[in-house]
């Protein structure tokens, strides 16, 4: 049976940082489903809306051709709903995703759930691009 991984991010300034995290989540299962995140819940959890639209960070995430499939959040305040339709084997997360792997397990008990390692953390960081 195939083992259905997904991952989220904003994504914006896409950087090699975010292409190594993209490559350790590809290579945790045979598909890889990577969630782009809505605008608006950027501004919501972050504070700021990011540089790119969703559009153009989607296309951009798509243009890696690392992810099997790219699909942007859902509108509301529930960033892990989208998992109930997905229907996710693993949930990869980037080593300084605010998420916690609890958070998770509590409402997704059959899922894996896995935090990444950084890629030259010091170097490549989407805060980095923004100033």
Same mark, same amino acid.
């Given at each position: ?10 994504? =914006?300034?896409?950087? *090699?940082?975010? $292409? ?5 989540? @590809? ?14 819940? +950027? ?5 700021? $809306? *990011?540089?790119? /639209? ?15 499939? +790219? ?17 996710? =084997? ?20 059959? $899922?894996?759930?896995?935090?990444? /390692? *950084?890629?030259?953390? =010091?170097?490549?960081? /989407? /805060?980095?691009?923004? @100033?």
């Amino acid at each position: 049976m195939k083992k259905r991984v997904v991952c989220a991010g904003t994504f =914006d300034h896409l950087h *090699p940082g975010h $292409l190594d995290f993209l490559r350790q989540a @590809k290579a945790l299962g045979d598909e890889l489903i990577v969630i782009v995140a809505r605008d608006e819940t +950027v501004k919501r959890i972050k504070g700021f $809306l *990011p540089t790119d /639209s969703e559009e153009v960070r989607k296309r951009n995430v798509e243009q890696t051709n690392i992810a099997d499939k +790219v699909v942007l959040g859902n509108y509301n305040a529930d960033i892990f709903e989208i998992l109930k339709a997905l229907k996710p =084997d693993i949930v990869a997360l980037g080593y300084d995703q605010r998420v916690k792997e609890t958070e998770i397990l509590k409402r997704f008990t059959h $899922l894996k759930v896995i935090r990444l /390692s *950084p890629y030259q953390a =010091d170097k490549y960081k /989407s /805060s980095f691009y923004r @100033k």
